[in-house]
Each structure stands twice: as structure tokens, then as C-alpha cells.
């Protein structure tokens, strides 16, 4: 199981997103934005990060990078693509996912451990969720409101794309609560919180607050039971 | 020297949150006859000799795939800059 972590400049947790695929039992494989090939990998993450200093606006350019056309393609064939913060601005960006994330509606940048609801289970990299079950995982973005026109919300929602919803609370201004959405076959996914910080006891959310600080994991060993099926 | 201008809003359904606090940096400021602002984003493109109708096509095109993200932008201007020889006239001025 070969998963390829993007690293555009300006990329921050392409290192832990890396770390988090062998953590679950996989071999990470390092893409760089410059590459024209992936490599011949079995899925991607586009990890966190503020790549090309988030000019223009968030994922604007990074969409243009030359490793984005093979992945593109990949993706609409059905490739399993995880975009994570900024790898979510970028997949958007793509118009890979419906909508865009626009700067927080307070404001102010936002890092905390975030309460999530799973509510779609049939992805690649949620299948070992229940569905509606609530995990906690880092959130940390200054741009990470949601939006995007009622006609695609109802969509989304009719459709069950909707793939993790913030609970208690709503730390970004994200329409209906949306933290994560997927395209309609569910193989692209986007998430604006961070799994892969939450992968290993101690470096994740703090278990005193009654988590293990281990829920991103499954989005990462979702994606091995899904391969070891097909 | 020609140049041509693009302009970018966001769109007025979507939240323009640094609208939002330029608006409540000016009512800080005392003017509080500004109720409400929008920030949006000026581009100038170069280009060498006049600008044409087949340059303002191309910057329009460029302006709906880079320049503006139309889930949340609309693209309200593209249009020559007719000050833009001016400017490079006083540019050599004051070098």
C-alpha cells in the first residue's frame, strides 16, 4: 500500500501525514509539486500547510502545480485523494470537491482539539468510523470557513457528502457546520481538521479530556481495509 | 507599454470578513458614515504595445481561471488602464 504526501513550498504536515500512513501500516512515498508523474502510488494526501504563502487565495496556485494535472486526472478515475486543511483549499480550488474555504468569520486563527461528528462512512478514508460516531482531532486554520451556495449545501446534504460536521460549536463560520465534504463517488475527500496529528498517544489531543488522542488514525487504516478489499 | 486592469469582488452572498473589520477600523476612526465595506482585489497585467480586444480576451479567460475563484468571486472589471503611458511617463520623471 503506496500513499503519496504532496509537498508543495509552503507545505507544513506533509512530514506527519507521512508519518501517520506508516504509523497505520503503510509505505509513505514523497510526491513534490514539481513531479509530472505519481509515481504509481495508491492513493495521496495533500497535507496541511500554507503553500505559496497562501497568496492569492488558498490552494489558488498550488491547483496549477504540475503534480496536480496527473492528480486530477487520477482523482475523477476513481484514485483515493485525501486534501487535509490546506490540501482541502486546494482540492476545492481543483473544483475536484464543490465550495471553497474563506477566512474564519471571527477572523482569528483557530488551534484547538475539535469535536467532530462522522456522517459519511463510506469513503476510503472512513470506513472504519461509525456512522455519527464523535472524534476529536486538532483543528488549526485561519482560512477555514466553508461555504458555498444553498443549491450545493442541500445538495451535498441530500446526498450524503457531508463527510464530518463540527460539534459543539462552530469554530470557523463553516456553512451548516461542514468540517469535511467528498465528491460524489466519496473517493475524494476534504478535511479541514487534522487527522494525522492525532495518530500517536501523547502527540495528539489530550487524553485527560476523555479521548484517546488516537481518533485520526481510522482515516488512515480506513484506507488499508479499503485496498486490502478491492 | 499597455496595461490592463482586472478587478475581483467577492460575491455579495459570500461573507467578506476583511470587509468586515476595515469597516470597523473606520467607525474606530470616526467614520461611521461608512457602514458597511467590501474588500476586493485589483490585478495590472503588462503587456508589450497597445492593449487589443484578443489581450482583453485572453485576460478575461485568465482572470475566470486564476485570478478569481468563482464559487466565491465574481470578476466586476477587465478593461485597458488608458492611464498607464502616463504613469510610465512619471515613473521616468522621477528617476
Redesign the interface.
Known amino acids: 500500500m503506496r500513499v503519496g504526501v504532496v509537498t508543495f513550498p509552503g507545505s507544513l504536515d506533509d512530514q506527519d501525514a507521512a508519518r501517520a500512513v506508516r504509523l497505520a501500516g503503510g509505505e509513505a512515498v514523497s510526491l513534490w509539486h514539481g513531479d509530472c508523474d505519481l509515481r504509481g502510488v495508491d492513493a495521496v494526501v495533500l497535507p496541511g500547510g500554507f503553500s505559496y504563502g497562501d497568496y ?2 488558498c490552494g ?1 496556485i498550488s491547483r ?1 502545480a504540475p503534480v496536480m494535472e496527473p492528480l486530477i486526472a487520477a482523482a475523477k478515475g476513481g484514485l483515493s485523494v485525501l486534501g487535509i486543511c490546506n490540501g482541502f483549499q486546494v482540492l ?2 481543483a473544483h475536484l470537491l ?3 474555504l ?6 482569528m486563527f483557530v488551534c484547538r482539539d475539535q469535536r467532530l461528528s462522522i456522517e459519511r462512512t463510506d469513503t476510503p478514508w472512513t470506513n472504519q468510523y461509525q456512522r455519527g460516531e464523535e472524534i476529536v482531532i486538532p483543528l488549526k486554520n485561519g482560512e477555514g ?1 466553508y ?3 444553498d443549491a450545493t449545501l442541500d445538495m451535498l446534504e441530500g446526498e450524503g457528502r457531508v463527510v464530518a460536521r463540527y460539534v459543539g460549536g462552530n469554530p470557523n ?1 463553516s456553512y451548516r457546520n461542514i468540517a469535511g465534504v467528498s465528491n460524489e463517488a466519496g473517493n475524494v475527500v476534504g478535511l479541514m481538521p487534522h487527522p494525522e496529528h492525532a495518530t500517536e498517544p501523547f502527540f495528539g489531543p489530550d487524553p485527560r479530556s476523555g479521548t484517546t488522542g488516537l481518533d485520526g488514525m481510522r482515516f488512515f487504516t480506513s484506507l488499508l481495509e479499503k485496498v486490502a478489499a478491492a | 507599454m499597455g496595461r490592463i486592469v482586472v478587478d475581483v469582488m467577492p460575491k455579495p452572498e459570500i461573507l467578506d470578513p476583511q470587509g468586515k473589520a476595515v469597516a470597523g477600523a473606520l467607525a474606530r476612526l470616526g467614520y461611521d458614515e461608512f457602514g458597511a465595506v467590501r474588500q476586493g482585489k485589483r490585478f495590472e497585467l503588462e503587456v508589450d504595445g497597445e492593449v487589443t480586444p484578443e489581450l482583453l480576451g485572453r485576460a478575461r479567460e485568465a482572470a475566470g481561471l486564476l485570478l478569481s475563484n468563482p464559487v466565491i468571486e465574481d470578476v466586476v472589471n477587465v478593461s485597458a488602464d488608458e492611464s498607464a503611458d502616463e504613469s510610465a511617463d512619471d515613473d521616468a520623471v522621477v528617476s
Do not use: K, T, W
Request: glycine share 16%; with cysteine; charged share 30%.
Open positions: 492569492l487565495r489558488a496549477f476545492c480550488e464543490p465550495g471553497a474563506i477566512r474564519n468569520d471571527h477572523r470557513g461555504v458555498a451556495d463560520g
